[in-house]
């Protein structure tokens, strides 16, 4: 089959947002009890406004364009990284405030995160540290859609500010995410993110979906890369 991936979904402005693409691989996975994680790599930066092919079903999805892989998708086991404490809705608006891309975003027009995105087109997701010395940030989400791929990219870009993106531009390499429950329409959540270390130009980090009740909903384990801006353009 092949799929588009509109430019309303882009992180950088000529490619699209990594988690929401991971997202849609991850819409034809089969997991199992044993293997409840989707596991996504992207290999090159997701095309935007041309057809791509999609193929596979079950264990192994395969993005392409014109043959060249773009992302690819398997089950994962169940996440066994720690799992931070959840935060109150209020500490999460309180994290907001701090939001480092309001004061220089690497790439404003990113769906998930992006600063030159308005309500209702992108998720306009805030993730500010939380100040307590553990190194989490935390932002608040009301969906207005729940479908897999939104979920993906609420828990992807909070994930990397914890990481460090301030100021050393990064993007997705590899997103492990493990869904336990859907969101709620029109409801209000709260994410929370964390870092999980690093080495050279790679960085780890750990994000969780919870109610605003701290019932946790999806959890997620990424690696990001440091670029330089020019090279996340698809050829």
């Known amino acids: 089959m092949t799929v588009i991936i509109d430019r309303r979904f882009c992180g950088p402005p000529e490619s699209g947002n990594g988690g929401y693409v991971a997202g849609l691989l991850a819409e034809r996975i089969a997991t199992t009890p044993t293997r409840p994680a989707v596991s996504v790599r992207l290999s090159s930066p997701p095309p935007l406004d041309r057809a791509l092919t999609l193929g596979g079903y079950g264990s192994l999805v395969l993005l392409q364009d014109s043959g060249r892989g773009i992302a690819s998708a398997s089950p994962a086991p169940t996440l066994q990284g720690e799992l931070p404490e959840p935060v109150s809705l209020a500490a999460a608006q309180a994290a907001e405030a701090a939001y480092e891309g309001l004061n220089g975003h690497p790439f404003p027009t990113c769906f998930s995160c992006g600063t030159g995105r308005e309500p209702g087109d992108g998720l306009c997701l805030r993730p500010g540290p939380l100040g307590d010395g553990t190194g989490r940030y935390a932002a608040t989400w009301t969906p207005n859609e729940v479908a897999l791929p939104f979920v993906w990219a609420a828990l992807d870009c909070p994930g990397g500010w914890s990481a460090g993106i301030a100021g050393r531009p990064m993007v997705l390499g590899t997103m492990t995410t493990q869904l336990l429950h859907d969101p709620m329409p029109a409801q209000p959540h709260v994410i929370v993110a ?38 996340v353009r698809p050829a």
């Open 194 to 231: 964390w870092p999980r270390g690093g080495e050279g130009r790679k960085f780890l980090s750990g994000s969780a979906l919870f109610t605003a009740q701290g019932d946790l909903l999806a959890r997620a384990e990424a690696t990001w890369i440091t670029v330089d801006p020019a090279a």
